[in-house]
């Protein structure tokens, strides 16, 4: 059974940094895409990153590129978000998912997520002074 479980939310001051985590098991192989979504309230989910089973493809949300860097250490069954120069619209549930899927180039490929069939729970982010 797949799981995945995120870390690493809580509150922060504008201009500050988080580092979010995903904790992934029951892949019986590391072929399989890792992506990061957020919704905030009162709007749909978007997606923020995708990295690939090898890291050959990285997609970012253009609202987040330059802030944000995915990453995978597919040795601990790991993926991670590091969070930097965050803004108050960053504020949202933030969530990981994953499947056996390549990250698509665009943002409307991923369809609001329809492309994962595994999450998380969810970790919140708020950006707040």
Same mark, same amino acid.
């Given at each position: ?19 979010? %985590? ?40 253009? %609202? ?8 995978? *250490? ?9 969070? *930097?120069?965050?803004?108050?619209? *960053? ?6 998912a994953a499947d056996r899927v390549v ?8 369809n609001g997520g329809t492309l994962f *069939? ?12």
């Amino acid at each position: 059974q797949v799981q995945l479980v995120e870390s690493g939310g809580g509150l922060v001051q504008p201009g500050g940094s988080l580092r979010l %985590s995903c904790a992934a098991s029951g892949f019986t192989e590391h072929y399989y895409g890792v992506a990061w979504f957020r919704q905030a309230p009162g709007k749909e989910r978007e997606v923020v990153a995708c990295i690939s089973s090898n890291e050959a493809n990285i997609y970012y949300a253009d %609202s987040v590129k330059g802030r944000f860097t995915v990453s995978r *250490d597919n040795a601990k069954n790991m993926a991670y978000l590091q969070m *930097d120069s965050l803004k108050p619209e *960053d504020t949202a549930v933030y969530y990981c998912a994953a499947d056996r899927v390549v990250c698509p180039s665009s943002a409307s490929y991923y369809n609001g997520g329809t492309l994962f *069939d595994y999450w998380g729970q969810g970790t919140q982010v708020t950006v707040s002074s």
